[in-house]
């Protein structure tokens, strides 16, 4: 008797450290993964804005979600090791930011059963993230930030009326890039413009590639690139040396004076696009099921430096001056 009576007991200890352990998992926080590229003003808008949505969704930072993150300083090289990294971590969900980061995290976490939710992907699907606009993929979907290419050309029309030619470096190695310059390729027509593509695919060949836009091109759209978009200061000065006023796609590098001009995705705007979707995951929504999301109409703004306009030789149209889109 005393030995039922022992064994009754031990099992009800045993049963309540179980139990204990139980709840003390289930109170543990959930671990996401952040990999980003490097540190840039958009893609750091972008993390924000996906923890902001997260928050909003009910996952408190700290409390009911922890945050690894990392960044390779726009090496490619070592974005890999940055993944095995996080992978090893054992997140319930990795956040990837930019194309080279969210193909290269598709391959190495295929399998693992880790959810991949993907940011400042221009296009997923040329990108192979996705099979295509209306579905997500096996354990990735995510949020781009696809500028509407048409509202970008109406823009760049109100702002330099008798402007013709169009400008667009890009890096050929890119996914992203070479799908912009397409969609840009099939609706300047119908914008009235000429389309003059330059590929620049190292950084130590932006000057002589921007300069080789001079007498061929009457204004340079400047894509999200990550290749173009840290090296913006240059891609300018050379711009500036050729007569090239600049329309760009960041509007961080027209309120520190470096380019004349932006028609801008808010960025933190698609980050809480892909924190929308990440809590959809962490709900139990199969990615698969979840179509990549794209920035609305709304979620685009215009900005215009007085200073650096005048720098590049250029008067703000009468039409814009009551835009409520010009800084000094």
């Given at each position: 008797?005393?030995?039922?009576?022992?064994?009754?007991?031990?099992?009800?200890?045993?049963?309540?450290?179980?139990?204990?352990?139980?709840?003390?998992?289930?109170?543990?926080?959930?671990?996401?993964?952040?990999?980003?590229f490097?540190?840039?003003?958009?893609?750091?808008?972008?993390?924000?804005g996906?923890?902001?949505?997260?928050?909003?969704?009910?996952?408190?930072?700290?409390?009911?979600?922890?945050?690894?993150?990392?960044?390779?300083?726009?090496?490619?090289?070592?974005?890999?090791?940055?993944?095995?990294?996080?992978?090893?971590?054992?997140?319930?969900?990795?956040?990837?930011?930019?194309?080279?980061?969210?193909?290269i995290?598709?391959?190495?976490l295929?399998?693992?059963?880790?959810?991949?939710?993907?940011?400042?992907?221009?296009?997923?699907?040329?990108?192979?993230?996705?099979?295509?606009?209306?579905?997500?993929?096996?354990?990735?979907?995510?949020a781009?930030?696809?500028?509407?290419?048409?509202?970008?050309?109406?823009?760049?029309?109100k702002?330099?009326?008798?402007?013709?030619?169009?400008?667009?470096?890009?890096?050929p190695?890119?996914?992203?890039?070479?799908?912009l310059?397409?969609?840009?390729?099939?609706?300047?027509?119908?914008?009235?413009?000429?389309?003059?593509a330059?590929?620049?695919?190292?950084?130590?060949?932006?000057?002589?590639?921007?300069?080789?836009?001079?007498g061929?091109?009457d204004?340079?759209?400047?894509?999200?690139?990550?290749?173009?978009?840290?090296?913006?200061?240059?891609?300018?000065?050379?711009?500036?040396q050729?007569?090239?006023?600049?329309?760009?796609?960041?509007?961080?590098a027209?309120?520190?004076?470096?380019v004349?001009?932006?028609?801008?995705?808010?960025?933190?705007?698609?980050?809480?696009?892909?924190?929308?979707?990440?809590?959809?995951?962490?709900?139990?929504?199969?990615?698969k099921?979840?179509?990549?999301?794209?920035?609305?109409?709304?979620?685009?703004?215009?900005?215009?430096s007085?200073?650096?306009?005048?720098?590049?030789?250029?008067?703000?149209?009468?039409?814009?001056?009551?835009?409520?889109?010009?800084?000094?």
């Amino acid at each position: 008797m005393r030995k039922l009576k022992s064994g009754l007991l031990s099992g009800l200890l045993l049963a309540g450290a179980l139990a204990a352990g139980i709840g003390a998992a289930m109170a543990d926080p959930i671990k996401i993964g952040i990999a980003n590229f490097g540190e840039h003003p958009q893609l750091n808008a972008s993390i924000a804005g996906f923890k902001k949505a997260l928050a909003d969704a009910g996952y408190v930072e700290g409390k009911d979600v922890v945050y690894s993150e990392s960044h390779t300083n726009f090496d490619a090289s070592l974005v890999p090791q940055m993944i095995a990294k996080l992978q090893a971590e054992q997140p319930t969900l990795v956040y990837t930011v930019t194309t080279p980061v969210s193909q290269i995290a598709k391959k190495a976490l295929a399998g693992s059963g880790i959810p991949i939710v993907f940011t400042a992907v221009t296009d997923p699907v040329a990108a192979k993230l996705v099979p295509s606009w209306d579905s997500g993929d096996d354990g990735m979907t995510g949020a781009s930030d696809l500028q509407d290419i048409a509202a970008v050309m109406e823009f760049t029309r109100k702002l330099l009326p008798d402007a013709k030619r169009f400008g667009v470096p890009y890096n050929p190695g890119e996914a992203n890039d070479v799908a912009l310059v397409e969609k840009i390729k099939e609706l300047a027509p119908a914008a009235g413009f000429e389309v003059v593509a330059v590929g620049v695919d190292n950084v130590n060949d932006i000057q002589q590639r921007i300069a080789s836009f001079a007498g061929k091109a009457d204004v340079i759209y400047t894509p999200a690139s990550n290749l173009l978009q840290p090296a913006i200061a240059a891609v300018s000065a050379a711009a500036r040396q050729a007569g090239i006023p600049i329309v760009n796609s960041d509007d961080g590098a027209v309120r520190n004076g470096v380019v004349p001009a932006s028609f801008a995705v808010n960025y933190e705007q698609v980050g809480i696009n892909g924190g929308k979707i990440a809590a959809e995951i962490l709900k139990g929504k199969d990615p698969k099921t979840i179509a990549p999301s794209r920035p609305a109409y709304a979620d685009h703004a215009p900005t215009i430096s007085r200073k650096t306009m005048a720098a590049f030789g250029v008067e703000i149209p009468e039409s814009l001056a009551d835009c409520g889109c010009i800084v000094d």
